[in-house]
């Protein structure tokens, strides 16, 4: 089971590349399926929001182990993928995550932290 993510989130492709910017999704999307498949990572996910009125348009969440997700982001290839990806759309993030099991041992963490200022 997962218990690391990454969170890679994005807003409004560049003026003018626009098609590129789709180029660039469906490169992301088969490198993340490729990691999936040599085992690098447990799964990714990608969602299209609708329009909110914010900056937020779409986000990526790929789970997999610490160090799964540790290998994949130092890679060459990953860099590359994401330098890419940040000149075609605005407000490129990539944000670490916990998620599954994770997430009650965090909340743990915080209780007990919590407890030495309650």
């Known amino acids: 089971m997962s218990e690391s993510a990454l969170f890679v989130g994005?807003?409004?492709?560049?003026r003018g590349r626009e098609k590129r910017s789709l180029d660039v999704f469906n490169d992301a999307a088969t490198y993340?399926?490729?990691?999936?498949?040599?085992?690098?990572i447990d799964s990714f996910e990608p969602v299209l929001l609708n329009p909110h009125g914010g900056d937020l348009q779409g986000f990526f969440l790929i789970k997999g182990s610490v160090q799964g997700i540790a290998?994949?982001?130092?890679?060459?290839?990953?860099?590359?993928?994401?330098?890419?990806?940040g000149?075609?759309?605005e407000n490129l993030g990539i944000i670490e995550a916990w998620v599954d099991d994770a997430v009650l041992t965090q909340l743990g963490y915080?209780?007990?932290?919590?407890?030495?200022?309650?």
Request: no cysteine.
């Open 110 to 118: 915080f209780s007990d932290a919590a407890g030495e200022f309650g």
């Open 32 to 40: 993340y399926g490729e990691r999936v498949a040599d085992g690098s």
């Open 10 to 14: 994005w807003g409004q492709p560049v």
């Open 87 to 89: 000149m075609i759309v």
């Open 71 to 85: 290998t994949m982001t130092a890679s060459e290839e990953f860099q590359r993928l994401h330098l890419r990806a």
